[in-house]
């Protein structure tokens, strides 16, 4: 079974910096995607960036990148150029790349992130 | 892209009663999902919503706690059965499309609570 886990259920930053939020999974697949959800008060998830195992370079995505450690099992997100409507609780997600589980997604914990003015 | 929608949005229900959420889909979808968010906590599967067949359940969950329909592509149904206040939990469908499994689209949920 796959697990993940965010180890800041909360963080800070103030409007216009960077923050990164830390992510580690573990899993004996090889073939896997993880994922970056952003739950603001109004519950709706939205996908925020999105990475193949299979692929070495970091994703990213406008004000969003990941930082993917492959061997340290590590998938950390920073978001450059915080902004107010960053407020919510982020998710790091795994989902296996084939198989009965594919399209199953295992959530970490969350980390509660708040942006100051 | 898909959206998906989700009725009712909230509701207050007394122990011992069963629920009915409703999940809609503007397209179809190959694979739909159904996830408990408890209060403050991270999501948690359900079950897979198979089109025309029984539900398959993760562990934790059984389907007569939790009977799931699924009639089409674009629609599914989570019945919570026989709530106690643990019940209490915001309930999310997902779906994602053939091809693109790596996409998931979530709907704004149901928040329960059980009194």
């Known amino acids: 079974a796959q697990t993940v886990t965010q180890s800041q259920p909360e963080m800070s930053v103030q409007e216009a910096e960077t923050v990164t939020l830390s992510c580690t999974y573990d899993?004996?697949?090889?073939?896997?995607?993880l994922f970056w959800y952003k739950q603001p008060p109004s519950r709706q998830m939205i996908l925020v960036i999105r990475q193949e195992a299979y692929k070495q370079q970091n994703a990213t995505e406008n004000r969003f990148s990941v930082n993917f450690q492959k061997a340290a099992k590590s998938f950390s997100l920073k978001i450059s150029d915080s902004q107010l409507g960053d407020t919510a609780m982020y998710f790091c997600?795994?989902?296996?790349?084939?198989?009965?589980?594919?399209?199953?997604?295992?959530f970490g914990q969350g980390t509660i992130l708040t942006v100051h003015p | 892209s898909a959206v998906i929608s989700q009725k009712p949005s909230r509701d207050i229900c007394q122990r011992g009663t069963s629920l009915t959420i409703q999940c809609q889909v503007d397209s179809q979808v190959t694979m739909m999902f159904w996830y408990r968010q408890q209060p403050g906590q991270s999501l948690t599967l359900i079950a897979t919503a198979n089109q025309g067949s029984e539900a398959t359940y993760e562990s934790g969950f059984v389907i007569d706690k939790f009977p799931i329909s699924r009639p089409n592509l674009t629609f599914s149904t989570l019945t919570v059965s026989n709530m106690s206040p643990e019940d209490s939990s915001i309930y999310l469908c997902?779906?994602?499309?053939?091809?693109?499994?790596?996409?998931?689209?979530f709907g704004p949920g149901t928040r329960l609570t059980v009194l």
């Open positions: 997600a795994f989902m296996k790349g084939g198989g009965t589980s594919y399209g199953k997604l295992t």
């Open positions: 997902s779906g994602s499309t053939s091809g693109n499994y790596n996409e998931q689209f």
């Open positions: 899993t004996s697949e090889s073939n896997y995607y």
